[in-house]
Nanobody, 124 residues
Framework: QVQMVESGGGVVQVGGSLRLSCTTS????????TGWFRQAPGKEREFVAV????????VYADSVKGRFTISRDNFQNMVYLQMNSLKPEDTAVYYC?????????????????WGQGTQVTVSS
């Protein structure tokens, strides 16, 4: 079993920054990677970023490319999402998730375990 817990959300002004953390526990060493998704009210959950197990390969959604950075520290069992130059449209609940099998990295259905989410609100 795998547990994932997000933290670091909050309210920030436009142009500000936040760093989200995802604490993982359990058998994560054989995963295909860890991703961040977000879901705004009335919208579907959307892909934000993904990082492979080693931390050498990352992919970002076009909407966050150049502003967000995903990273990981396997010694601490942590995955991070540094968010800079935040915009009102970044407002959402952010989730981290892990997948153990092949599949589209940008498809929420490919992920096996999820955290409970952390709210990010960008005020203008």
């Amino acid at each position: 079993q795998v547990q994932m817990v997000e933290s670091g959300g909050g309210v920030v002004q436009v142009g500000g920054s936040l760093r989200l953390s995802c604490t993982t526990s359990g058998r994560t060493f054989s995963s295909h990677g860890t991703g961040w998704f977000r879901q705004a009210p009335g919208k579907e959950r959307e892909f934000v970023a993904v990082i492979d197990w080693i931390g050498s390969d990352t992919v970002y959604a076009d909407s966050v490319k150049g502003r967000f950075t995903i990273s990981r520290d396997n010694f601490q069992n942590m995955v991070y999402l540094q968010m800079n130059s935040l915009k009102p449209e970044d407002t959402a609940v952010y989730y981290c998730a892990i997948r153990f099998y092949s599949g589209r990295y940008d498809n929420a259905g490919s992920y096996d375990f999820w955290g409970q989410g952390t709210q990010v609100t960008v005020s203008s």
